[in-house]
């Protein structure tokens, strides 16, 4: 695998005290050696949020390995330990199925938007 051209795996936006990360297609393409650092992106904004509300949107990924879920594991370990919720929005078919055989798809909520994410976790 090749460093992507652009390194921005994930953009960070805070809707309502949600924190999104915006998963990019460039995940599909980033170097092995390269997803500690990203893990990093997404560990950084909530090693101080008391609380934190935490959506993945992969809505512009098809397919992640193994690497992704580790980094996704140490996220959801992260956010739980610190009393939170993680749900994932805008999975693929393929993606999913990845989950399904993991059994991670009964470990976080799943939502076909993020709209519809959104709404659900700042209802409860």
Do not use: H
Not at 9 to 30: C, D, K, M, N, W
Not at 44 to 61: A, F, H, T
Not at 73 to 97: I, N
């Amino acid at each position: 695998m090749s460093v992507p051209e652009n390194p921005d795996v994930f953009t960070i936006e805070r809707r309502g005290g949600v924190t999104i990360f915006v998963a990019s297609p460039e995940l599909e393409r980033i170097d092995f050696a390269l997803f500690d650092e990203a893990g990093d992106i997404l560990f950084e904004p909530l090693r101080n949020d008391p609380s934190p509300l935490v959506l993945i949107d992969l809505s512009q990924v098809d397919y992640f390995g193994s690497m992704f879920v580790a980094i996704l594991l140490k996220c959801f370990k992260l956010v739980e330990s610190r009393g939170g919720m993680m749900a994932l929005c805008g999975v693929s078919p393929r993606a999913s199925e990845l989950l399904r055989v993991t059994a991670l798809a009964t470990v976080w909520p799943i939502y076909a938007t993020r709209r519809e994410a959104l709404e659900a976790m700042l209802s409860e």
